[in-house]
């Protein structure tokens, strides 16, 4: 790896940061440093930024990294965020949705409720539309790929591409994007409505969320991904009847503890920070799920919540 690739970035104008902590960043609270921050000025500025780093060199994108486990040594390499100048919202002539990469999903919901599109779903997930996309992030039945449109991403080489649906490969909490693809703005196809009739449809989702997850704890949602149901010949479908938060329960799971990592008492799908936890409890803690439920159940969870850069030394 090139030893002098930091210095060589004088041609960006956004901001860098060498051994940025990461933990006051994450949903978690957890997370050891970046070797480099970078947040970008504009897209100009993220095309420079990868043309300027070396192709041996790691890129990685995060959001408010509402999904994602950033282990305790740090990631290295660079990490590009983006900022208040990738949080855009506007009605567009045909009326679609330009949306920002770097705005709230709970924002965005609200902004297209005002102005009259039913964007509910993206209300109760946490984090940002650059993660829901790559995700595939979804709620109560409705999912980001059912209003994708396209999308404006920088690639690795600096190139700046447009997305169609077609490349994207949306599946269940999935897409086939590239780690290293940046995200930088969504068109999206919301359905109209009235607005005080999709404020309400929000506010019932708020409540029944509420009701049955730990909303007030430090915790990603949903841990696992809800297990493939099997069809006649016995072969994995995409049905997700079968849900992971039973199969933990009746593993016996539910409010199981490790350090300061526990999967909560309220809904055993949820893998919370009590205080103090490191990512190395969480993480821990649900590979002992998985493995658990495995044994008893001869079920394998997989994870939805991403874990990335590299363990404590």
């Known amino acids: 790896m090139h030893g002098d690739w930091k210095n060589d970035l004088s041609t960006v104008e956004g901001r860098i940061t060498l051994d940025r ?20 000025a504009h897209m100009a500025d993220i095309s420079a930024f990868m043309r300027s780093v070396p192709d041996e060199v790691p890129v990685m994108p995060i959001g408010v990294c509402s999904n994602l486990i950033i282990r305790d040594g740090g990631i290295k390499g660079a990490v590009i965020r983006l900022g208040r ?53 979804g709620c109560y039945g409705d999912y980001l790929a059912d209003v994708f449109v396209s999308a404006t991403a920088v690639r690795r080489d ?13 599946a269940y909490r999935h897409s086939d994007l590239p780690q290293d693809l940046v995200i930088v703005q969504a068109v999206l196809a919301a359905p109209k409505g009235e607005p005080e009739d999709i404020e309400a449809k929000m506010e019932d989702a708020l409540a029944k969320r509420a ?8 915790s990603c949602g949903s841990t696992f ?8 010949t016995g072969k994995a479908d995409d049905v997700h009847d079968l849900k992971a938060w039973k199969v933990i329960d009746e593993a016996g799971l539910r409010g199981v503890r ?34 658990k439920v495995f044994k008893q159940q001869g079920i394998s969870l997989e994870w939805e919540i991403k874990r990335v850069g590299e363990p404590a030394p």
């Open 225 to 232: 991904r809800n297990p493939a149901g099997f069809s006649s």
């Open 21 to 40: 902590p990461l933990a006051p960043l994450s949903w978690l609270r957890v997370g050891g440093e970046a070797e480099l921050l970078f947040q970008p």
């Open 85 to 137: 100048g990738f949080n855009g919202f506007e009605v567009m002539a045909n009326g679609n949705l330009r949306v920002g990469a770097g705005a709230l999903d709970a924002q965005v919901a609200k902004q297209a409720a005002q102005a009259g599109f039913d964007l509910a779903f993206l209300r109760t997930i946490p984090g940002g539309i650059g993660g829901a996309i790559r995700m595939n992030a």
């Open 211 to 218: 009701a049955s997850q730990p909303v007030n704890e430090l």
């Open 258 to 291: 490790l350090g300061g990592a526990q999967m909560s008492e309220m809904h055993p799908n949820f893998l919370i920070n009590t205080g103090g936890a490191t990512a190395a409890d969480l993480e821990g803690l649900g590979e002992m799920v998985r493995e």
């Open 158 to 170: 600096g190139k700046v591409v447009t997305l169609r649906r077609e490349d994207m490969g949306f």
